[in-house]
T-cell receptor, first 113, second 112 residues
Framework: DAGVTQSPTHLIKTRGQQVTLRCSPK?????VSWYQQALGQGPQFIFQ???????QRGNFPDRFSGHQFPNYSSELNVNALLLGDSALYLC????????????FGSGTQLSVL | KQEVTQIPAALSVPEGENLVLNCSFT??????LQWFRQDPGKGLTSLLL?????REQTSGRLNASLDKSSGRSTLYIAASQPGDSATYLC???????????FGAGTTVTVRA
């Protein structure tokens, strides 16, 4: 049973560029959440997708957008990259019903130069 | 706004000692609380999840307790091993939220 998979594992971009990160949820899961983790800090919630809709959004600017596909996989897009966007981006999947225990992927390390 | 605090930020113990990691949160109206482990540069591995109606959960050498009224949770790791060296994060989910609010973590080093 494959867990949550994220791609790419590492990415280097320059300021002003755009980036797309991808996530495939754990088999059977229908909900995907994205988190940003700066070095030495706990993850911060970006948004959650369920039934291809953004169900909840954290305190992140509109430069951060996402999408969920019919197969429940998801993308995170960040436009006009800033140096401060350098972080580990984590995807988590869960079931919409019940306890909703989160399972995390290994993350995408984004460096903005 | 839910604030989650983990003290201490770092901990170093000799192998075999029991570990006690603390987590406090400001809003007691939580749906559940999860403890995670994170190795450097890696994702999060879920260790234990405690529902708001529960007082504790156990898995092997790990035991987590929850006291909602005082806004505290404690993770106990018995007979620590060098392989337990990692950062441990607690996260709470509020009843009216889908998101997890995380603490900054406690980085544990177990010395052989």
């Amino acid at each position: 049973d494959a867990g949550v998979t994220q791609s790419p594992t590492h990415l280097i971009k320059t300021r002003g560029q755009q980036v797309t990160l991808r996530c495939s949820p754990k088999s059977g899961h229908d909900t995907v959440s994205w988190y940003q983790q700066a070095l030495g800090q706990g993850p911060q919630f970006i948004f959650q997708y369920y039934e291809e809709e953004e169900r909840q959004r954290g305190n992140f600017p509109d430069r951060f957008s996402g999408h969920q596909f019919p197969n429940y996989s998801s993308e995170l897009n960040v436009n006009a990259l800033l140096l401060g966007d350098s972080a580990l981006y984590l995807c988590a999947s869960s079931l919409a019903q019940g306890v909703a225990k989160l399972f995390f992927g290994s993350g995408t390390q984004l460096s903005v130069l | 706004k839910q604030e989650v605090t983990q003290i201490p930020a770092a901990l170093s113990v000799p192998e075999g000692e029991n570990l006690v990691l603390n987590c406090s949160f400001t809003d007691s109206a939580i749906y559940n609380l999860q403890w995670f482990r994170q190795d450097p540069g890696k994702g999060l591995t879920s260790l234990l999840l405690i529902q708001s109606s529960q007082r504790e959960q156990t898995s092997g050498r790990l035991n987590a307790s929850l006291d909602k009224s005082s806004g505290r949770s404690t993770l106990y790791i018995a007979a620590s091993q060098p392989g337990d060296s990692a950062t441990y994060l607690c996260a709470v989910r509020h009843y009216n939220d889908y998101k997890l609010s995380f603490g900054a973590g406690t980085t544990v080093t177990v010395r052989a």
